[in-house]
């Protein structure tokens, strides 16, 4: 029997069955190491050395992915660049907040096939759906990097989510069993550029976690001209897909609201928000656009975006002002594109969770 790519996201009968172990104990003390990170059979160090040799010749690693390159900035950001099995190459993110809470932003695809007109992702096109033995992967990788435990996850990074929505689900069980890595659902955020089939799918499954929607603007002309998928889905019916969701999670969404300069921060874009929002239990998050070379779009000035925070204020609006983080890496929101710079991500919502 051919050996698997790697040993995560199985069950103990299949580890077994793979390494054709003698002792079912043995794929129990196996897990344990994997969910530790310890990817190495040499390391196993409560296994034989006849058996730790046999599985190293079988498989090579336990880990299917290796990291090729790491970057680091001052704020504390890490970026991975990580070569898959086949070659391909994704990029995560760990990030470290004022209040020290550890988040992995995991990439869900190599490469994007939505075409967001101001995402550097989507200018490498579609690749390939991770599985999700490749999404968990990216979580040891940063957690062997890390000092502290990671304690949150954002699909946010390569890629669309709900475009992969069969191996990010399966990914969640993963993360969310108690005999491994026990992540509550609200610690887990799935950011989508707004695939209504996929939110609608997470209700239906019940799966709990939170939703972060990239919106960038709620005037639905303008979204369908900046994000194709606006034509699909528009913004009425994106948002009958999260009420419906939040009567199931109960969870506040997350509006992500990248800010294009001199494209949607002025007024009429502000009241189309607070129209849209209305019976959303939302908050906003103003994230300032990451220039991308090739993009045909601005960075809002300082004065810009006080000018749109005033007007939230105004209408009530709820709503996050961040500066981005791990832009010195190009790890911040709109800035990954594998092999260059791979990645991109959105922040969190502050909500103490
Ligand atoms: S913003 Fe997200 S969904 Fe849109 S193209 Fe980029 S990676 Fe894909």
Not at 92 to 111: F, I, K, M, N, Y
Not at 136 to 158: D, K, P
Not at 278 to 299: C, H, K, M
């Amino acid at each position: 029997m051919k050996p698997p790519h790697s040993l995560y996201g199985l069950s103990l009968d299949e580890i077994s069955q793979a390494l054709d172990l003698a002792k079912t104990y043995q794929a129990k003390q196996i897990n344990e190491w994997l969910t530790k990170g310890v990817t190495d059979f040499s390391e196993m160090t409560n296994l034989s050395i006849a058996d730790r040799e046999r599985f190293a010749f079988l498989m090579g690693s336990a880990c299917s992915s290796t990291v090729v390159e790491r970057q680091r900035d001052r704020s504390g950001a890490a970026k991975l660049a990580i070569r898959l099995h086949d070659g391909a190459i994704i990029e995560a993110v760990l990030l470290t907040d004022e209040r020290l809470r550890a988040t992995a932003c995991l990439s869900s695809q190599v490469g994007c096939a939505q075409g967001c007109t101001f995402c550097k992702t989507a200018t490498m096109g579609f690749v390939r759906n991770l599985e999700a033995f490749e999404i968990v992967e990216q979580y040891i990788h940063l957690q062997n990097e890390s000092s502290q435990a990671i304690t949150h996850l954002v699909y946010m990074g390569m890629g669309e989510p709900l475009a992969n929505t069969s191996e990010v689900i399966k990914s969640i069980h993963l993360f969310h069993d108690p005999t491994t890595w026990n992540i509550g659902l609200r610690r887990i955020t799935i950011s989508t550029c707004g695939l209504v089939g996929g939110i609608e799918r997470l209700t239906e499954e019940r799966v709990a976690v939170k939703l972060a929607i990239s919106l960038v603007t709620a005037d639905n002309r303008l979204r369908s001209r900046l994000m194709p998928v606006n034509k699909r889905f528009n913004i009425h019916e994106l948002k009958d897909a999260l009420i419906r969701h939040q009567q199931v999670s109960g969870k506040r969404v997350t509006i992500e609201y990248c800010l294009l300069g001199g494209v949607n921060t002025d007024e009429v874009n502000a009241y189309k928000l607070a129209d849209w929002l209305s019976g959303l239990d939302a908050l906003v998050n103003l994230i300032p656009w990451n220039r991308v070379e090739g993009l045909p779009y601005t960075t809002p000035t300082e004065a810009e975006i006080d000018r749109f925070a005033r007007l939230l204020d105004r209408l009530a609006i709820a709503y996050t002002r961040r500066r981005s983080r791990g832009q010195a890496i190009d790890g911040a929101c709109g800035q990954l594109a594998v092999p260059l710079n791979t990645l991109e991500y959105h922040l969190l919502t502050d909500d103490g969770e």
